[in-house]
């Protein structure tokens, strides 16, 4: 019997981990919310008008039925995502904006993600792949994703790759994830912060001309806080300043960049390199006007364009 094609794929599809994320907001009171770098990716791109989902297993409790219709309800493909009879991933966090200090998940769903339950044919409507997170750090999903990521190149998908940096779990034994990650990336978008803790320097240059070295053609976006991001692609250069927004809140925001270069990239990858940067930080700042993780649409996100300040700086 042949495998059945479904026209309506995703040309984008995140994998990695949907996490609860819980903040302490008071000495005995917690707010919890759904969240995973990955996740909040595949979501922004959906709200930007992208097909996309989010492959990869949530928990069948209260936690992972929250991220399952939280899902839906931002219209991702529901055939990527694994429900599973599992503990759920908790990520806990004790202060506003300080990195988070636990994850929570012995044999939790994340990890029994399996590629091979995914819809049939569906890497020949893929366009970009993404991958980054606690899902390349956490056994035995790393080795599922970095064979799947090495495959879906083999066949000439493009890949983007967000590391994020988790303290104490991407030590030196997440080195060999973070070469062959950065390798096979046709996109990485990477902090100075995390270059630091990443590659254990005390100076973000260090590890932003290793990936260079690693990958001469790769565009990579560097964001650098209050001065800024920069994107670089081959010898081209471009750096700018976000709109200036009130930030209502951050959540999420580094995620909705990276959604914005990637959408950049999809409707148009000839575009300038000044065009892709200013779509990208117009997108974080629309993220960063309203409460919670709350993905931009591109009515918002073009309003910003023109308020992105492109250097020299």
Same mark, same amino acid.
């Given at each position: 019997?042949?495998?059945?094609?479904?026209?309506?794929? =995703?040309?984008?599809?995140?994998?990695?981990?949907?996490?609860?994320?819980?903040?302490?907001?008071?000495?005995?009171?917690?707010?919890?919310?759904?969240?995973?770098?990955?996740?909040?990716?595949?979501?922004?791109?959906? $709200?930007?008008?992208?097909?996309?989902?989010?492959?990869?297993?949530?928990?069948?409790?209260?936690?992972?039925?929250?991220?399952?219709?939280?899902?839906?309800?931002?219209?991702?493909?529901?055939? /990527?995502?694994?429900?599973?009879?599992?503990?759920?991933?908790?990520?806990?966090?004790?202060? =506003?904006?300080?990195?988070?200090?636990?994850?929570?998940?012995?044999?939790?769903?994340?990890?029994?993600?399996?590629?091979?339950?995914?819809?049939?044919?569906?890497?020949?409507?893929?366009?970009?792949?993404?991958?980054?997170?606690?899902?390349?750090?956490?056994?035995?999903?790393? $080795?599922?994703?970095?064979?799947?990521?090495?495959?879906?190149?083999?066949?000439?998908?493009?890949?983007?790759?967000?590391?994020?940096?988790?303290?104490?779990?991407?030590?030196?034994?997440?080195?060999?994830?973070?070469?062959?990650?950065?390798?096979?990336?046709?996109?990485?978008?990477?902090?100075?912060?995390?270059?630091?803790?990443?590659?254990?320097?005390?100076?973000?240059?260090?590890?932003?001309?290793?990936?260079?070295?690693?990958?001469? $053609?790769?565009?990579?976006?560097?964001?650098?806080?209050?001065?800024?991001?920069?994107?670089?692609?081959?010898?081209?250069?471009?750096?700018?300043?976000?709109?200036?927004?009130?930030?209502?809140?951050?959540?999420?925001?580094?995620?909705?960049?990276?959604?914005?270069?990637?959408?950049?990239?999809?409707?148009?990858?000839?575009? =300038?390199?000044?065009?892709?940067?200013?779509?990208?930080?117009?997108?974080?700042?629309?993220?960063?006007?309203?409460?919670? /993780?709350?993905? =931009?649409?591109? $009515?918002?996100?073009?309003?910003?364009?023109?308020?992105?300040?492109?250097?020299? /700086?």
């Amino acid at each position: 019997m042949p495998q059945i094609l479904h026209p309506d794929l =995703p040309q984008f599809v995140a994998f990695g981990e949907a996490a609860t994320e819980l903040l302490r907001t008071g000495p005995d009171r917690w707010r919890s919310a759904c969240g995973g770098s990955p996740w909040r990716l595949a979501m922004a791109m959906s $709200g930007l008008g992208q097909l996309s989902a989010f492959a990869g297993a949530v928990s069948s409790d209260p936690f992972g039925a929250k991220i399952w219709h939280s899902s839906q309800e931002a219209h991702l493909d529901m055939r /990527f995502i694994q429900q599973l009879p599992r503990p759920p991933l908790l990520v806990v966090s004790h202060e =506003p904006g300080v990195a988070p200090c636990s994850v929570l998940g012995q044999d939790s769903a994340d990890l029994h993600f399996r590629p091979e339950g995914l819809p049939a044919g569906w890497t020949r409507s893929l366009r970009w792949a993404h991958f980054g997170g606690l899902g390349l750090v956490r056994q035995p999903l790393v $080795g599922r994703l970095l064979a799947l990521a090495q495959a879906l190149k083999g066949e000439g998908r493009l890949i983007s790759y967000a590391p994020g940096f988790f303290a104490p779990l991407m030590d030196s034994s997440y080195d060999d994830t973070l070469e062959q990650m950065c390798r096979l990336a046709d996109v990485v978008h990477v902090s100075d912060a995390e270059l630091r803790g990443l590659f254990r320097a005390s100076d973000h240059h260090t590890g932003l001309a290793q990936i260079v070295a690693w990958n001469p $053609g790769v565009r990579l976006l560097l964001g650098r806080g209050v001065v800024g991001s920069t994107l670089f692609h081959g010898v081209q250069e471009c750096s700018a300043l976000p709109p200036p927004v009130e930030v209502v809140d951050d959540i999420g925001a580094d995620d909705v960049a990276t959604a914005g270069l990637l959408d950049s990239l999809m409707r148009d990858a000839s575009a =300038p390199v000044e065009q892709h940067l200013r779509w990208a930080l117009a997108a974080r700042a629309a993220a960063c006007t309203a409460p919670g /993780f709350a993905p =931009p649409r591109p $009515g918002l996100v073009a309003a910003f364009t023109e308020a992105v300040e492109v250097g020299p /700086f």
